[in-house]
């Protein structure tokens, strides 16, 4: 197209747009054009063909979507699936009725839907890398027309305003189109997800009643019955004998033994006495992070007396916090006065420390006790509510807020905070220079403040004893109305 006609066509009015004029606006685009229409045109290929899979998928399985198999028996069962075009969900009932006539089992059923389930949903993200390639590539060629176009412009080195719209044509009707195909590509492959998603939560649905169905029309198992052998009854042997050997005594009778079914009961346990744990002098919550030396148990009998020499395994329930020299688990002896003492290193975080108290020999599940871990000293000091301004006189519209944590960030409840006017007339929250709270659970104490009735700064100091920095300074600006 001349220069000529694209200024006219740029020119031209947007009410009278028309299909026809925006393909001759494409045109600008010169050959970085074709390569896009490619791209859009692979990739609605791909996107319908995918579409026809799901389709006829559905289609072809609409006699087994809609078969009421909770009133069907086996053999009715087998002779539809068998008689079912291929589909997934054809496929998939195919292979649970193999695995349920060779090992029936729920568990094997329920594993086939699973692995179906996320076999296809590898196939499918294929498809979905594939166009998410195409969208990005449109986008890179629509890129690459921009790059093209200005380099036209800037390479001619002239101020002529046809070359300036040659130029910016081919860099923004690119770009425009580029942007298109990618739009195209990536809504067409977004809404084949979702078909995609509900079509296999429909197969996944059907293939679960199946299941259902299948253990219900399981044969219950046969038992397991023991035929002993007959009883053997022996006979006399047949003994020639000669008449002028002497006569042998009379025998006796040959009689039979049986043993009685006796039933053997089995041995009795032997009887291991029971013993438990509690935790001596563990009162209050000790600060996070810090070293117990040592932590002491108590192990008793069940007559509550302190039980000597026993030996104790001590293992540490969660993953914070740790026995001696770091280690997870400790063996130790009870001494004469039935305690075990152990070194260990708290969790950095507030809230509990368990461990798990057991005797090897002893049968049963470990004694689980706890000790509770709240924050350390103050150490640290945030601030919110600073550098704000309000009309002299006027109260700030958020409140001076001091947070106060440990070195390890928990929050410090209980803590003093000490709020002080330095400079200004301005009024704290008890109507004075001056104002003291103490910090909540989250380790927050607040205070409103009035500014000073005269423009100009305001400063207020906090303070908090034993923090690093124990001193913080706010900032609030009186104005004038």
Known sequence: M??????????????????????????????????????????LVQVFLKLYEFVRDRRVSRTLDQAPLASMSLPQIVSLVEEQEASMLASLQSTMLNVFQTRPGEGLLHDEISNFVSFQQDQFAVFQRRMEFLSDTAGALGLMGTVWGMFTVFFQGSAEQDVILRGMGIALITTLLGLVVSIILNLSATELSTFFSKRVEQVSRKSDELRFRLMELAPEPEPIRVTLPPAVTAQAPIVETDPAAPTAP????????????????????????????????????????????????????????????????????GEDGSLDDGSSSVRATSDEDGRVGVSCTLPERAGTFEFDASVPDQPGPPTRLRLSVGAGAPARLEVQGNHQAAVAGMRLPLPLTVRVVDKFGNPVPEAQVDFRVKH?????????????????????????????????????????EGAADSIIEFTAFGTEV
């Not at 006796?252 to 291991?272: C, D, G, N």
């Open 2 to 43: 001349t220069s000529t006609s694209s200024i006219a066509l740029l020119q031209s009015d947007p009410g009278g747009f028309a299909f026809g004029d925006f393909w001759s606006l494409t045109q600008q685009a010169g050959p970085l054009r074709w390569p896009i229409y490619f791209v859009l045109g692979f990739g």
């Open 250 to 317: 009379a025998a006796i009778p040959w009689r039979r033994f049986e043993l009685e079914e006796e039933q053997v009961s089995p041995p009795a346990p032997v009887a291991t006495p029971w013993r438990h744990f509690e935790l001596e002098e563990a009162n209050g919550a000790y600060p996070a992070g810090s070293v117990l030396e040592p932590l002491k148990l108590v192990v008793r009998d069940p007559d509550g007396a302190p039980a000597a020499g026993v030996a104790v395994l001590i293992t540490v329930a």
């Open 424 to 464: 200004g007339s301005g009024k704290l929250g008890s109507g004075s220079s001056e104002f003291s709270a103490a910090t909540d659970p989250s380790g927050v104490a607040s205070t409103p403040f009035v500014v000073s009735s005269e423009a100009g700064p305001n400063r207020v100091e906090a303070v908090v």
